[in-house]
């Protein structure tokens, strides 16, 4: 798997105006290039009488796919700024567009980088943004003799349990982090005096947002 990379979480927008210019960003999570270029189409039906509609979005847990486009503004002065952003927060699977409206004053190149690059900024403020981090989904098997043992060296590990079922042994599933994978099957193992069971069931990847543990 690779390794943690930081995403676009919940969507979020900013405005501003400079010298009577309004930018608007809008700034969304997208999995797919398909689902950017979507967004794009659909931010510029929203704001059908605005001259610039600029984007930049990059997709892949290593930005395998990366686009920006200054839709008519000079050139460098607003895809590649918004993209700078974007690669500056390390942010992935993450497309933003910067409408302007044009206010009749001319912002000349450095105020027009200055306005893209701080409408992206400022719509990032209204976003949420995850941190996903790699990890194995492992059910544990054990009889109800060591099921304390082991519930208390999850809590102490900080490794979240996900389920846990009581039948004739008890079966817990846990979402463990891939850097403690080894140590905690290790601990439980001897904790439990090897008459423990344990599966990996699933790699996924995990984060938090809003106090909250999502599984990806």
């Excluded at 054990?142 to 039948?167: H, M, R």
């Amino acid at each position: 798997m690779a390794e943690a990379y930081r995403i676009l979480y919940r969507e979020g927008s900013s405005e501003l105006v400079e010298k009577k210019s309004r930018f608007i960003a809008d700034i969304r999570p997208v999995r797919t290039e398909e689902e950017a270029l979507a967004f794009i189409e659909e931010t510029r039906k929203r704001y059908w009488d605005a001259r610039h509609h600029c984007f930049a979005y990059i997709i892949g847990d290593r930005g395998q796919t990366a686009r920006c486009s200054d839709d008519g503004e000079p050139s460098q002065t607003a895809g590649k700024p918004m993209m700078d952003v974007l690669t500056g927060e390390k942010l992935h699977d993450v497309c933003a567009v910067v409408t302007r409206y044009f206010g009749g004053v001319l912002l000349g190149t450095g105020g027009l980088v200055r306005a893209y690059s701080r409408a992206v900024k400022e719509g990032l403020l209204n976003c949420v943004i995850v941190e996903k981090k790699p990890a194995a989904k492992l059910e544990v098997t054990v009889d109800y003799s060591g099921a304390g043992k082991i519930q208390y060296i999850a809590a102490q590990e900080s490794i979240n349990l996900l389920d846990s079922q009581y039948t004739e042994k008890v079966a817990f599933t846990f979402l463990v982090p891939e850097d403690k994978e080894k140590r905690f099957r290790n601990q439980i193992t001897e904790a439990a005096g090897g008459r423990v069971k344990i599966w990996k069931v699933d790699e996924v990847y995990y984060g938090r947002a809003d106090g909250g543990l999502i599984v990806f």
